[in-house]
């Protein structure tokens, strides 16, 4: 069955739809869809698909250029876009395919507390949190890094913060590649860059950026569940940050490079957000290096976010982190490119992986899996919107096989910040999730309308695609209850 | 110069913003580009005023000297240097004295302050100019440019 829209989508099965080659001149690969009858006119509202089918181009890409149920309209790349080049093919490294905020991630801590300890004082929680943690425009953490320590901290990865205090050597091991690229390379980073790092270290951001308490609401695997130290009606806490100025800086310098470059390397691509240069070229390794720099970047700013966190709970709860059970679960990056060995029809290669808006999701067994989830898979955790849920659920084997180990990365945005405005229209969107049982304080004008739950597709449809497709699986619904926001 | 109805416009973009800026000539249009863009991130209007009530913010100059190939790329880069200006000395300009400008050059002196989280409003955190879908025409004697930015 083919589907009306601009773009035409071949179905494989309820889950799965194809850009065929043919759509368009120039195309590598074919388009894959991962998305139901449900979700598709949403997709078909958007450029999306015609983004993913420019992706296709990217000379050395292998097997597909995929797009996840979330995806929406980015710039160059799908926003849920995911692409595997091949450096033996001439395979290529897309600044865009990473996005402005490289290795934007999430992280998912458990406390031992239950929603009936924290519901009573939830307010002053929520306060203390947002009154501790910076967020917004223009505001500055306060904690200071000198340009010493910043070339430190980018090329060291979140051990770092964990030296410094923030935090204990346990988080690294339930951190993405334990909290570190190699080879970060800090002389490959601008002036400008640094510039834009500078007292931006534990600040959360604005726009989708928050921070949630959160409940269990839902368990879907209580085996698996039981392994995560999860039960009905716990407390969960959610960060979702990244590398912030410095990474937006590299990845805008690195565009411009390798926007230069499309012509000594005679690359032609559809679209100028989606400049390249080939992994093993000089321009490929200096985004590479400065890259893996805003990587490392990120993971301190999400341990410091977390150290400060825990120190709230401390303080308001009068116990320590340790009595309060506050481990971290897991830390994913859902902007990112990473080498990874994957199986291509029967032969082992070593690719190069664009996550841009997507979540690794490698099976149990993985070599890469902490000794604690060996035999249960990756977590990959999924926020949805401030009004519904958050999910917990662990990679498999089917994703490692058909979409190099990853899955979603969120709800995806279905409205645009203007269209939500118009949606909200002068309504109180804190109260209306107030009347809900979810506390939730923002600091810019129009913040919280632009981010509210009817701006995004439903979370719940989305984690129900990629359940059904087999390319991550559910294991623990949550709800917010508490939530800052820049 | 032809009266400008309005200095820029936003329009949709799924996940992140566009702005649409006019000028009836070129410095109208850089002028109307840099505003629209410091007004995604704060009130520039709002921040002028409070300015010239007290006295005791200190003002900012900056002098922005830019050469480029073409009218597109001179304006990404005059944008890029509002937003590197804001986001990594928190600086937002409100008056420009425009010194030097044709379609490859632009020499302005801009008078601002140091935004303050604490009293000034906090609208949007820009990441980035995107290149995505930007173009900068000329229709019937005015200028129009749309870039989509990243936030």
């Not at chain 1, 805003?294 to 977390?306: D, H, P, S, V």
């Not at chain 2, 173009?135 to 990243?150: C, G, L, Y």
């Amino acid at each position: 069955m083919m589907t009306e829209g601009k773009v035409p989508l071949r179905q494989i099965d309820d889950c799965r739809w194809e850009i065929p080659m043919s759509y368009k001149k120039g195309m590598r690969v074919p388009g894959l869809i991962f998305a139901d009858e449900k979700i598709l006119p949403q997709i078909h509202s958007d450029q999306s698909l015609e983004q993913v089918a420019n992706v296709a181009h990217l000379p050395g890409i292998v097997r597909y250029a995929l797009a996840m149920p979330d995806i929406h309209w980015g710039y160059g790349f799908p926003i849920g876009g995911v692409a595997a080049t091949d450096p033996d093919d001439g395979g290529v490294i897309s600044p865009g395919g990473v996005g402005y905020d490289i290795n934007c991630g999430v992280r998912l801590l458990r406390t031992q507390l239950m929603e009936t300890d924290v519901r009573p004082r939830l307010r002053d929680l929520i306060v203390q949190l947002f009154n501790t943690i910076p967020c917004g425009v223009g505001q500055s953490g306060d904690i200071h890094v000198s340009k010493k320590d910043i070339r430190k901290l980018i090329v060291r990865g979140a051990g770092w913060a964990v030296e410094q205090g923030y935090g204990v050597a346990g988080d690294l091991a339930h951190t993405e590649a334990l909290g570190v690229l190699e080879d970060a390379d800090p002389d490959a980073v601008s002036p400008r860059a640094y510039q834009r790092s500078e007292d931006q270290l534990g600040t959360l951001g604005s726009g989708n950026h928050f921070l949630e308490v959160q409940v269990v609401d839902k368990i879907l695997d209580p085996d698996v569940a039981r392994k995560f130290g999860l039960e009905l009606g716990q407390v969960t806490i959610m960060i979702h940050s990244g590398s912030r100025g410095f990474g937006y800086q590299i990845c805008e310098d690195s565009l411009e490079t390798t926007r230069r470059a499309l012509s000594k390397y005679q690359i032609s691509t559809p679209d100028v957000q989606l400049a390249c240069a080939p992994v093993r070229s000089p321009e490929g390794k200096q985004y590479l290096g400065a890259m893996r720099c805003a990587a490392n970047y990120a993971w301190n700013n999400r341990q410091c976010l977390m150290a400060l966190a825990r120190q709230v709970f401390e303080k308001f709860f009068m116990r320590s982190p340790r009595d309060l059970g506050m481990d971290l679960i897991y830390d994913v990056a859902h902007n990112i490119a990473k080498f990874e060995r994957h199986t291509v029809r029967g032969k082992e290669k070593f690719l190069c992986v664009h996550r841009k808006g997507a979540t690794r999701a490698f099976p149990p067994g993985h070599s890469e899996l902490p000794e604690a989830y060996r035999d249960i898979g990756q977590p990959v955790i999924i926020p949805g919107d401030m009004g519904r849920n958050s999910y917990l659920l662990v990679g498999t084997q089917q994703a490692m096989d058909e979409t190099f180990g990853t899955s979603c990365h969120g709800a995806g945005r279905a409205m645009s910040r203007k269209a939500a405005i118009k949606a909200a229209d002068g309504r109180s969107i804190e109260k209306e999730l107030e009347a809900k049982g979810i506390i939730v304080i923002g600091r810019g004008r129009n913040g919280i309308a632009e981010e509210q739950p009817a701006a995004y597709k439903d979370v719940n449809e989305v984690v129900d695609v990629v359940h059904r497709a087999g390319i991550a699986r559910r294991v623990v619904r949550m709800r917010p209850i508490g939530v800052i926001k820049g | 110069m032809n009266p400008i109805v309005k200095p820029y416009e936003t329009f949709e973009h799924t996940a992140d913003t566009g702005l649409r800026m006019f000028g009836g000539d070129l410095r109208e249009l850089f002028l109307n580009a840099a505003l629209g863009l410091s007004d995604l991130m704060t009130n520039v209007e709002r921040i002028k005023e409070t300015t010239s009530a007290n006295a005791s913010r200190q003002i900012v100059h900056r002098t922005f000297d830019l050469k480029a190939e073409n009218i597109e790329e001179l304006l990404w880069l005059w944008l890029r240097e509002i937003l590197f200006a804001f986001s990594s000395r928190r600086l937002v300009f409100f008056e420009y004295g425009v010194q030097a400008l044709d379609e490859t050059i632009l020499k302005v002196q801009a008078t601002g302050v140091c935004f303050d989280p604490a009293t000034d409003e906090q609208r949007h955190e820009v990441k980035a100019i995107t290149r995505h879908g930007y173009h900068v025409v000329k229709q019937n004697d005015r200028w129009v440019a749309e870039i989509i930015v990243d936030i």
